[in-house]
Every structure is written in C-alpha cells, then in structure tokens.
C-alpha cells in the first residue's frame, strides 16, 4: 500500500452559506492515524464528506484524497430499508474497479464472502440488510471498506451503538489497516478511546482549535475553547467573508 497523504489548505465548506469548517489547514501524513474530535455541530462529518468528495468546498483546497479514499458514513445517514443482500451491499466496494452495471467476476465475489467472513458475518451473503442489528449493519460497512481497499480510509462515528465486543472487533480492523501504511481518519466523541488507541488528533469547533500528537492537543485549555466557541456559535452566521 503506497501511503498517501492529504493536505488542506484553508478549507472552508459550508451549508446554504453558513461555514461549517472554517479556514482549516494542515496535512494528514502518509499512513498516519487521526482522531477528529469536537462538539456536536462542529463540522466533523461535513470534513468527511468533503474530503470524500461529497461537499464541494467554498474555499481553499483539498489535495491528494481524489480517487484515494474510502468512506464510512455516520450509520443514521443510511437508509437499511433498501431492498438488499448484504453481499450486494459489500459488493458495492467494487464499485471503483468494475465500474457499475458489469458482471463481477468470481473473484470479486470470493473476495466479498471472504470480507464477511472477516467481520464475523460469516454465512450472512444473501441476508437481506433490512433484518440486522445496528452492530451487524456496522459490520457489513466495515467489510464493504475491506472490499475498497483505498490508501485513505474515512470513518464517520464507527463504533457508534455497539457493543464492547464489536466495537473492539472492528478497532482491531482500523488498527490493521494503520499497520498495512494506509491513512484512517476516524471522527469519534470517546475521548478515553481516541487517547488509547489514536496517535494523532484534530481537535474542531468549527474553525481549528488544534492540530498534532493526541496527548498536546486533547489539554483541557484546548477542550474548553472548543466548548467554549460552540456555546458561542450563532446558528445565523452569514457566509464567511474572508
Ligand atoms: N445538510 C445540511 N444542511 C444544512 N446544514 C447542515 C447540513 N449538514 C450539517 N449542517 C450543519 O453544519 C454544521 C456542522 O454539521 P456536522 O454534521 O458536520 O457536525 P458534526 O461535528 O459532525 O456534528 P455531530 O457531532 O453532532 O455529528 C451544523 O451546524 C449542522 O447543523
């Protein structure tokens, strides 16, 4: 895996003109491994979708995700009453290589059981999604991203609603996946979680408070600007003039 860096250079992104990340610059570093943390509203998921390339930014730029990356959205941003199999869905991770509408060869189709089989839902290929749990859907998401195989790989909120067993299953994968030189950015709330197991964080509210090794940005100066910035947010922010 040839590790791929992203660099921002004063991003901002907004929702019907109100910035939701705010002049935002920096690089996540060739195989690094990110916690994105904040309050609620802070623009975390929009940060996501843009560098997926879901959300178009207003300004500054995106360099280096294009092609390169691998989204898991936030679970409640998915519709499960689709009419689908979960091995359709895992399949969907091939989408890049096969382009839509083709046949998948049979290997893709091995390579799909294989990813089941991987986050445990062994034996689950023709179930339909509508009937899993909210930890069986996550790990369906999660073996779709095995599917992808991209250098970047974005997860929004993985371990939402799970238990402490399949929360730790799939941490092992994201870990996996930092071990195999890819770049994971994770947005996440568990702060004890991220100190544990994330090397390097960026703290939002918004516009950045702070940027680098876990243990200087998560300080309680930095933690109380950031509570402190969203208490003063006002929801009727005009477009950012700068
Ligand atoms: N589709 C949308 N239309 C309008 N405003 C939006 C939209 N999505 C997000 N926003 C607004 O943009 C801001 C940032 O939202 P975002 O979802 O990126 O925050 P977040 O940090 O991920 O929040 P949370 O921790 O609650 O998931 C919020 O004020 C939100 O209301």
Excluded: Y
Excluded at 67 to 72: E, M, R, S
Excluded at 79 to 98: H, I, K, Q
Excluded at 138 to 166: C, G, M, S, Y
């Amino acid at each position: 895996m040839s590790p791929a860096e992203i660099r921002l250079a004063d991003l901002t992104v907004s929702h019907q003109r109100r910035p939701a990340v705010h002049h935002l610059s920096g690089r996540f570093a060739p195989g690094s491994l990110t916690a994105v943390v904040g309050p609620n509203g802070a623009g975390k998921s929009t940060l996501l979708r843009a560098l997926a390339g879901l959300h178009r930014p207003d300004a500054g730029r995106i360099e280096g995700a294009a092609g390169q990356v691998a989204l898991l959205p936030q679970g409640t941003a998915l519709d499960r009453a689709f009419p689908l199999a979960c091995r359709d869905v895992v399949l969907f991770g091939l989408w890049a290589e096969t382009g839509a509408f083709r046949v998948i060869p049979r290997a893709g189709l091995d390579r799909a059981e294989a990813a089941l089989e991987a986050v445990g839902l062994g034996g689950f290929a023709r179930r339909p999604v509508g009937s899993l749990s909210a930890g069986q859907f996550q790990r369906l998401l999660f073996a779709r991203l095995l599917l992808q195989d991209a250098p970047v790989i974005l997860l929004d909120e993985p371990f939402n609603a799970l238990d402490a067993r399949t929360a730790a299953e799939l941490l092992a994968l994201v870990k996996r996946w930092h071990g195999e030189g890819r770049t994971v950015v994770a947005v996440l709330h568990d702060l004890d979680l991220v100190r544990r197991d994330f090397p390097e964080t960026l703290l939002i509210a918004r516009d950045p408070i702070a940027w680098g090794p876990t243990g200087e940005v998560l300080t309680a100066p930095n933690r109380l600007r950031a509570r402190m910035m969203a208490e003063a947010w006002a929801e009727q922010a005009e477009a950012c003039a700068a």
